[in-house]
Nanobody, 123 residues
Framework: QVQLVESGGGLVAPGGSLTLSCSSS????????MHWVRQAPGKQREFVAG????????HYSPSSKGRFTISRDNGKNTVYLQMNSLKPEDTAVYYC????????????????WGQGTQVTVSS
């Protein structure tokens, strides 16, 4: 059941940047750890980044660390993923997911999901 709304995906050239957004009209996102996970065609879902309730701590996968930045604006009930230096291997559907705990395994069940936004990195 989709209860988060992602936006900001699209087509970008290698080396380019995109910023994804995630919001909800049903849930107060500051009550949750917020995550970004992704799934490429034919591959398992993969954890990308996570952020604490107040944004005081963040966690990244080895592939996203140094290039991606997760942040949140609780006043706007929105979470962001700033993606820089994008590579073709970053091509995937990116999902926003909320849970009461940090989940580093993207295959674990999350309490609340978004519908996903496609990111394609190609020249």
């Amino acid at each position: 059941q989709v209860q988060l709304v992602e936006s900001g995906g699209g087509l970008v050239a290698p080396g380019g940047s995109l910023t994804l957004s995630c919001s909800s009209s049903e849930f107060i996102l500051s009550n949750y750890w917020m995550h970004w996970v992704r799934q490429a065609p034919g591959k398992q879902r993969e954890f990308v980044a996570g952020i604490t309730f107040r944004g005081t701590s963040t966690h990244y996968s080895p592939s996203s660390k140094g290039r991606f930045t997760i942040s949140r604006d609780n006043g706007k009930n929105t979470v962001y993923l700033q993606m820089n230096s994008l590579k073709p291997e970053d091509t995937a559907v990116y999902y926003c997911a909320a849970d009461s705990r940090l989940k580093l395994s993207a295959t674990a069940p999350f309490q609340i999901w978004g519908q996903g936004t496609q990111v394609t990195v190609s020249s």
